[in-house]
């Protein structure tokens, strides 16, 4: 059923991101399921992170290797409060922080203050990644090319 389910998710998906195309075009302006499929990249690639993950002795252990990628996760309950929350104010500045500063540097509205819409796309997209049950997104995104796939090309 994991494989129908990912497969489902990738039509509907697919036909979401045509839908968009359709409608807005090649404009700007992306559409809400593209939105939601670039915050869904931009955490899943921040909880990926190769440099926390690869850091230390290269003669680590798999259980070193569990804990270097707990430190990204949300859920893991290695994790004080204190981390987990300065974990989320970092993957809010990684999505929101630099396009914020850009936007006021050439004295355009930040993103963030345009409407809800991109900061509710992004609580979605971290939850699915971060706190989802058994972590089932985050695994099954890397766990099936074509979904990976499908919200790399969503997002470009």
């Known amino acids: 059923w994991s494989t129908v389910l990912v497969f489902g998710t990738v039509f509907v998906l697919s036909s979401f991101i045509l839908t968009d195309l359709v409608q807005g075009g090649l404009g700007t302006s992306n559409g809400r399921v593209v939105s939601f499929l670039n915050s869904l990249n ?10 926390v993950l690869q850091s ?21 309950t290695r994790n004080s409060w204190s981390h987990r929350i300065q974990l989320f104010l970092l993957m809010f500045l990684a999505k929101f922080g630099s396009q914020s500063l850009g936007s006021l540097l050439i004295g355009a509205t930040p993103v963030i203050l345009k409407g809800p819409r991109h900061t509710f796309s992004w609580l979605l997209a971290m939850a699915c990644i971060q706190l989802f049950p058994r972590d089932s997104v985050y695994k099954k995104l890397y766990d099936h090319s074509s979904l990976l796939c499908l919200v790399r090309i969503g997002c470009a």
């Open 56 to 76: 230390g002795d290269a003669k680590n252990s798999p259980n070193s290797e569990k804990k270097k990628a707990e430190l990204l996760y949300l859920r893991a």
């Open 42 to 51: 931009a955490m899943a690639s921040f909880r990926r992170q190769r440099r």
